[in-house]
């Protein structure tokens, strides 16, 4: 049986089979797993190069400083490249990369071309974020969740893997071969995403922003730098202040010119929202506690049983010690999806939060025994698999699938920069408390536990922001006024519509009149157009003065007041002034919405309209001598606000399709939610409607609502993911591939066709339940039933033969 991965249609409805899930969703974490395992390789061998590259000590260890320095310029480069001209297409350059750097590294004797390597190697980093964002853009819904939180987590499964593996190699081969597995295992993961991976099709466009990278750039290198090299340098030397000061002017610079570019490197109005700024907060607490447990674990295990606290381990075993907690990651991805799924990933977050910290905490009382270590890094790997599972999520539930490799970039960067702090802080609190040992001072128990008690304190503080995040449901309005983004919906979100209270010739109803001095000025979203030859005003009522004098005698201005559908308003107010405010007519609807007010002589009036339920309205009117007949459309003031998310994953669903239609079926708006799933209609009037949504990948779903009187009516809609029908095509035994596949439904209409690829591999996706008809041509056809159910999987391969075959 084919597993076929579903794809988004295309524009005339084809839909393109695609390569097996499980197989992608491997093959990207695998790619992960190699980054993790490159970035691990060279610590075994990081006490000896001085000896091995003849150079001293403070200047081999740019072999680590120039990967990290790399890894945080590279990595949200590569996720604004791979938005804009495909995430794939980045990651095979990334692999690329790796294998580049490792090469150069393998071949090193000397210190320079160790450098060069390292940072090339760095620049493979962008691997985990672009294969998140790739399978936001390619998997089901129904898979997302597993399948990123396995992603995310491959960067701690191999970092904890590879330090026993890089120790065993040390200690059996030349350190060469270390590079030369990161090479060997890079080719391995290029050739595996070329065959088995997608390329996205969500794409930006655009052009790159040099110059914002630049700024990047050059503001993260004197952020890293100093942070990373301030223990040798001196924390209060020049050059270490020199250069956060730098910092904080070349930043301040870049987020100044970015905000005022249309194509930003990183949008950071984007980034500001809420959920996007409060889950990169809790990224760098949590990148600062997952790395304080990689610096202690092994010394503690390695120094010698003389210090009273040291078990005296060699690396290899510290190494092992550390491997178990790689594997409880793998086990905890699975989990920490279900969660999210059931109770948001925010909730995962939390709980993975207070699971590190606890393990910080056993640390503490258990330290004397090799189990204890084990159990503590188990514990701890536990907790950085449920966090590190619900970040990719947040992040992607709030930008939108254009700005998804960018965005989780920048994540991947936030925990970087915590990393690199948890390295200088911890150097620092050794280097203080220390303990004497046959004249050498080696880092103190205290000065362990210290840092223990700092990581777990950061795991804490990674809790207590991850409680800012904004839980489902919260209001449209209050979040986007945070971001300080009007009410209503975000680019993408245009929700206008035929029938809303208003129509082309009248416009938007004004939001009630104030008085201005000695004049009268229209509140809301403008004047209205005037009716049928009846000149308009600008914006807003002018204020000139009293208008033209009253002189007796009436001209006769009528129409009809009318609501949504042109539905007469009984009982409105209608009230003649001047331009100066004076009231000169006035009148009540009948109940056809009919009225009729006295103008005293030609001139320009303003003529107000109103009727509990609805918009004030403010039109300026031109009477030049004879009858005018005007029609008043007032807008509702009611309005419907809701959240759409995924019923599998509790994720936001963005760019989904909102439509609201009365009780007869006409539409009174369409739109899109934005990025976190949300969507606003204005001007409704009060009574019964008809929400439907759709979005790809899920079921179409409607449900009636019922408008209040005022204010805004609020409801959330979960979708599900549609149900799939996908097989492989065959032709005597062997894969065929471009045969035609044809989906008939029960009442014989055409579903979607498609053609298979290569493989013979064919899929339809978001199906309803019910039987269908596959038809599959190119021998003479074949065709079968099959039966789609719920949101299940039917796997239906189909043989062909020429006739007598």
Sequence with gaps: MSHALPRPAEDDGVVTAAPRVNAVVAVLAFGGIVVALMQTLVIPIVPELPKLLDAPASDTAWA?????????????????????????????????????GSVTAAFSDSLTPMIVGRALQGTASGVIPLGISIMRDELPAERLGSATALMSASLGVGGALGLPAAALIADNFDWHVLFWSSAGMGVVALLLVLFVVPESKVRTGGRFDFVGGIGMAAGLLCLLLPISKGGDWGWDSGTTLGLFAACVVVLLLWGWYELRTDQPLVDLRTTARRQ??????????????????????????????????????????????????????????????????????????????????????????LMSEVWQFVLVSCVIGAGIGFTYGAMPALI???????????????????????????????????????????????????????????????????????????????????????????????????????????????????????????????????????????????????VTGEGVPVTGGGIPVSGRVLGADRVPVAAAAVTLISLGGKQLSRSVARNDGSYGVDAPAAGSYVLIASSEGYQPQASTLVVDGGPVSYDVLLSGTSSLAGLVRSADSGTPVADAVVIVTDVRGDVLSTGRTDVLGEFTVTDLVPGAVTLAVNSPKHRPLAVPVEIGGSGTTR???????????????????????????????????????????????????????????????????????????????????????????
């Excluded at 495909?86 to 690329?96: D, E, H, I, T």
């Excluded at 994540?411 to 050498?440: K, P």
């Excluded at 591999?761 to 056809?781: E, K, M, N, Q, R």
């Design 396 to 542: 992607m539930g709030a930008v939108p699938p254009s700005q998804s490799g960018a965005a989780n970039s920048l994540n991947t960067l936030m925990r970087s920069i915590g990393t690199s702090t948890a390295s200088a802080v911890a150097g620092v609190i050794l280097s203080q408390m220390t303990t004497d040992l046959g004249g050498v001072a080696l880092p103190s128990e205290d000065g362990f536990k210290t840092v223990l008690a700092v990581g777990g304190g950061a795991a804490l503080l990674a809790f207590v922001v991850a409680s800012f995040i904004p839980r489902h449901g919260m209001g449209v309005a209050a979040e986007r006024s945070e971001a300080g983004v009007g009410s209503g919906m975000e680019a993408g979100a245009d929700v206008s519509g035929g029938a809303r209270g208003r129509d082309e010739a009248s416009g938007a109803g004004g939001g009630g009149l104030s008085e201005t001095g000695a004049g009268v000025l229209a509140a809301g979203a403008g004047v209205p157009v005037a009716g049928e030859g009846v000149p308009v005003t600008g914006e807003g009522v002018p």
């Design 715 to 805: 409801i959330e809609v979960e979708l599900r993911p549609g149900a799939h029908v996908r097989g492989t095509v065959r032709g005597a035994g062997a894969p065929l591939g471009d045969a035609r596949v044809t989906l008939v439904d029960a009442a014989g209409n055409v579903v979607a066709t498609t053609r298979t690829g290569h493989d013979g591999a064919y899929a339809f996706s978001d199906l309803d339940s019910g039987a269908y008809t596959v038809i599959a041509t190119g021998y003479p056809p074949q065709a079968a039933t099959v039966t789609v159910s719920d949101t299940a999987t039917d796997d239906h391969d189909i043989e062909l033969a020429h006739s007598g075959e």
């Design 64 to 100: 680590v400083t120039a990967t990290l320095l790399a890894a945080a310029v590279a990595v949200p480069m590569m996720g604004r490249l791979g938005d804009m001209y495909g995430k794939r297409r980045m990651l095979l350059a990334s692999l690329v990369l790796l294998i580049a």
């Design 276 to 365: 996007v700024l409060v889950t990169n907060l809790a990224s760098i607490a949590l990148g600062f506690g997952m790395f304080a447990m990689s610096l202690v674990l092994p010394q503690l295990l390695q120094l010698p049983e003389a210090t009273g606290y040291g078990l005296g381990k060699s690396l290899l075993t510290a190494g092992l010690v550390m491997a178990p907690s790689g594997l409880v990651m793998m086990a905890v991805a699975p989990i920490s999806a279900a969660l999210s799924k059931a109770k948001g990933p925010k909730a995962s977050l939390m709980l993975g939060s207070l699971i590190v910290a606890a393990g910080y905490g056993l640390n503490i009382v």
